[in-house]
């Protein structure tokens, strides 16, 4: 079955710091990936898609980039800021269709 | 500002109480999702409707838990009967059936379930 590795220890960074995080799958060859953000007490809210076949994509300060090799996807928030502090989730396609499965997230703390 | 709803939003209920949990999806979408997230298990899908046709509902415990969808605009969630295991938080997300490749899924805030 799909297994999806996100570092489920807190990231700590300093304002102004670029924000990296990861995402490790195994089993599997997904058509897409996908970024949710969600904040204590939300529902998650979506932040970007990768195809397979994109290297790159980016959104004002978020970058996603997809290694269909090494099966991974790193997310990077460039000039962090406070507001950024919240639980990062990646998401994987599955079975071709339109199901996600999500991997268990990371918090980001972003001190100022 | 399109949201997907959810009721209720906290439920304290009795172990072996029937819980029902509604949601409306976004107005137009054809796709509804039922996931449950936990400390432990994270985000986990129960049910996946397109068209208001159960597609999968692998994820879900058969014989306590069912979920249907009336109409277009009410997906329901029930747990019957609802057991202290049951405790967590209820997702519903709907999304717009345009592509595999660009399908994004929009989530309401959640029902706090506890069993006692």
């Known amino acids: 079955s799909q297994k999806i590795e996100q570092n489920s220890e807190a990231l700590n960074i300093q304002e102004g710091k670029t924000a990296t995080l990861t995402c490790n799958y195994t089993?599997?060859?997904?058509?897409?990936l996908q970024w949710y953000r969600q904040d204590p007490g939300r529902g998650p809210v979506f932040l970007l898609l990768i195809r397979e076949n994109e290297k790159e994509k980016r959104k004002e300060r978020l970058k996603v980039t997809f290694d269909t090799t090494l099966k991974q996807s790193l997310f990077h928030i460039t000039a962090s800021q406070p507001a950024d502090s919240a639980t990062y989730l990646c998401?994987?396609?599955?079975?071709?269709?339109?199901?996600?499965?999500f991997g268990g997230g990371t918090r980001l703390m972003v001190k100022p | 500002d399109a949201r997907v709803t959810q009721t209720p939003r906290h439920k304290v209920t009795e172990m072996g109480q029937e819980v029902t949990m509604r949601c409306q999806p976004i107005?137009?979408?054809?796709?509804v999702f039922w996931y449950r997230q936990t400390m432990m298990q994270g985000l986990e899908l129960l049910a996946y409707f397109r068209n208001r046709a159960p597609l999968d509902d692998s994820g879900m415990p058969k014989d306590r838990f069912s979920a249907e969808m009336p109409d277009a605009t009410l997906a329901t969630l029930k747990i019957q009967p609802s057991e202290p295991r049951d405790s967590a938080v209820y997702f519903c997300?709907?999304?717009?059936?345009?592509?595999?490749?660009?399908?994004?899924?929009?989530f309401g805030p959640g029902t706090r379930l506890t069993v006692l």
């Open positions: 997300a709907s999304g717009p059936l345009e592509s595999v490749y660009t399908d994004t899924q929009y």
């Open positions: 107005l137009g979408h054809n796709t």
């Open positions: 998401a994987l396609e599955r079975n071709a269709g339109n199901m996600l499965t």
């Open positions: 089993n599997y060859s997904p058509a897409y």
